[in-house]
């Protein structure tokens, strides 16, 4: 059958799964409901199917011919802590979660061309579809490769994407090198001591303090850090006191930090704990901090960026595929999977009108017409890599 015969067939299908998925989000690590459904669809294709990898991964395993090459395509399944107000016929029937970042539409893409790949059975090697929980929070691509993700499935290479409001509808935006940043987050608690509003000489105002490491904050990515190398240090958040006449006993500070670097990336905590410690110190207090290192910067592959360039262009045409002139400071934890084996990670557009609301947005809803595109695609692509010699 050929390829866009065998998605159009499927178009129905694959609308009404990406609906039902939509309409049913899990958070990360609790995606049960999502984990079963994607089981129990590749089994029916007549895949070998693994779960609980990472308690609510699945890995479904389709082999052809006799070539000992081996391809992974991932696709991330967990919801958001978001009350969803699109207004959708098949909005989350879960009151707080929803499939605010499209993850929906990647599990459905990646169970078309699981039904496409299958029905073909043109390649020769061994296709390993990944469907990974936790993107969002926990950091699941890490558990399944902790869990020993790519010694029982072994890929030659792995590859992802992500759809993306912000880009045009249908174009295939990659990089060779980094694509997206590092992550951490530092928590500041500047211990003061409360009193009278009235009486600050009897007071630790944490207040004023905070104020300062806040604002002194701003001088590492302007003053320490190298100009060409990209970092972002952001305090998201400042907690403290309650009324104008209370100096409070303590403030806390949330700080988001990206980088790309990992010598940049040791800098930015050197540089944070460093004018923290020192800026409470010169008021007479006293502030820590708690440091917590999360996903590492996501580096795509020369040879298969080059690879995934060249079947984009055969595939969308040379004016749909383009190379991103900047990584973006986001992140994502495919990251943990292209440090283990060789791939590469893009995105895919989706604007139409240019009103699409951005991902993580209440009234986000992913694009069905990407759907036949992402699942046409991914089945060229692992037909490629793995075409009979
Ligand atoms: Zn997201
Ligand atoms: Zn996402």
Same mark, same amino acid.
């Given at each position: 059958?050929?390829?866009?015969?065998?998605?159009?067939?499927?178009?129905?299908?694959?609308?009404?799964?990406?609906?039902?998925?939509? @309409?049913?989000?899990?958070?990360?690590?609790?995606?049960?409901?999502?984990?079963?459904?994607?089981?129990?669809?590749?089994?029916?294709?007549?895949?070998?199917?693994?779960?609980?990898?990472?308690?609510?991964?699945?890995?479904?395993?389709?082999?052809?011919?006799?070539?000992?090459?081996?391809?992974?395509?991932?696709?991330?399944?967990?919801? +958001?802590?978001?009350?969803?107000?699109?207004?959708?016929?098949?909005?989350?029937?879960?009151?707080?979660?929803?499939?605010?970042?499209?993850? #929906?539409?990647?599990?459905?893409?990646?169970?078309?061309?699981?039904?496409? +790949?299958?029905?073909?059975?043109?390649?020769?090697?061994?296709?390993? +579809?990944?469907?990974?929980? @936790?993107?969002?929070?926990?950091?699941?691509?890490?558990?399944?490769?902790?869990?020993? +993700?790519?010694?029982?499935?072994?890929?030659?290479?792995?590859?992802?994407?992500?759809?993306?409001?912000?880009?045009?509808?249908?174009?295939?935006?990659?990089?060779?090198?980094?694509?997206?940043?590092?992550?951490?987050? @530092?928590?500041?608690?500047?211990?003061?001591?409360?009193?009278?509003?009235?009486?600050?000489?009897?007071?630790?105002?944490?207040?004023?303090?905070?104020?300062?490491?806040?604002?002194?904050?701003?001088?590492?990515?302007?003053?320490?850090?190298?100009?060409?190398?990209?970092?972002?240090?952001?305090?998201?958040?400042?907690?403290?006191?309650?009324?104008?006449?209370?100096?409070?006993?303590?403030?806390?500070?949330?700080?988001?930090?990206?980088?790309?670097?990992?010598?940049?990336?040791?800098?930015?905590?050197?540089?944070?704990?460093?004018?923290?410690?020192?800026?409470?110190?010169?008021?007479?207090?006293?502030?820590?901090? #708690?440091?917590?290192?999360?996903?590492?910067?996501?580096?795509?592959?020369?040879?298969?960026?080059?690879?995934?360039?060249?079947?984009?262009?055969?595939?969308?045409? @040379?004016?749909?595929?383009?190379?991103?002139?900047?990584?973006?400071?986001?992140?994502?934890?495919?990251?943990?999977?292209?440090?283990?084996?060789?791939?590469?990670?893009?995105?895919?557009?989706?604007?139409?009108?240019?009103?699409?609301?951005?991902?993580?947005?209440?009234?986000?809803?992913?694009?069905?017409?990407?759907?036949?595109?992402?699942?046409?695609?991914?089945?060229?692509?692992?037909?490629?890599?793995?075409?009979?010699?």
């Amino acid at each position: 059958m050929k390829l866009s015969a065998a998605i159009d067939n499927a178009m129905p299908e694959l609308v009404a799964i990406r609906r039902d998925l939509h @309409a049913h989000p899990e958070l990360g690590l609790d995606e049960t409901r999502t984990s079963a459904f994607i089981a129990r669809h590749l089994e029916e294709l007549g895949y070998q199917v693994a779960t609980g990898i990472a308690k609510t991964g699945v890995v479904g395993t389709l082999r052809n011919g006799t070539g000992s090459r081996s391809i992974g395509i991932r696709a991330d399944i967990d919801a +958001l802590p978001i009350q969803e107000e699109t207004g959708v016929a098949y909005a989350s029937t879960k009151p707080g979660l929803m499939h605010a970042c499209g993850h #929906d539409g990647h599990t459905a893409m990646l169970l078309g061309a699981a039904r496409a +790949l299958a029905e073909r059975r043109n390649f020769d090697g061994t296709i390993h +579809l990944i469907f990974q929980p @936790a993107e969002e929070n926990a950091g699941g691509a890490k558990i399944m490769v902790d869990e020993g +993700l790519f010694d029982r499935f072994p890929c030659d290479a792995v590859f992802a994407l992500h759809n993306e409001p912000n880009l045009p509808f249908g174009q295939f935006a990659l990089r060779e090198g980094p694509i997206m940043a590092a992550v951490d987050e @530092a928590r500041i608690t500047v211990h003061g001591r409360g009193g009278h509003g009235a009486e600050p000489q009897a007071t630790a105002d944490p207040i004023v303090c905070g104020a300062s490491i806040v604002m002194a904050l701003q001088t590492i990515v302007a003053r320490n850090i190298h100009p060409m190398d990209p970092s972002v240090v952001t305090v998201g958040a400042f907690h403290a006191g309650s009324a104008s006449n209370i100096i409070p006993e303590r403030a806390e500070i949330v700080v988001g930090i990206r980088s790309f670097d990992p010598a940049v990336r040791d800098e930015l905590e050197r540089r944070i704990r460093m004018i923290t410690e020192a800026q409470a110190s010169s008021f007479g207090m006293r502030a820590t901090v #708690d440091y917590e290192r999360s996903y590492d910067a996501t580096i795509n592959h020369k040879a298969e960026t080059d690879f995934l360039r060249e079947a984009a262009i055969r595939f969308a045409g @040379a004016d749909k595929v383009v190379d991103l002139a900047r990584p973006f400071m986001g992140s994502e934890d495919f990251a943990y999977m292209l440090k283990e084996r060789p791939g590469s990670y893009f995105f895919l557009g989706s604007r139409v009108t240019g009103e699409e609301k951005s991902l993580h947005h209440p009234g986000y809803d992913f694009n069905d017409d990407l759907l036949p595109i992402g699942a046409a695609f991914w089945t060229e692509l692992a037909e490629a890599y793995l075409a009979r010699r």
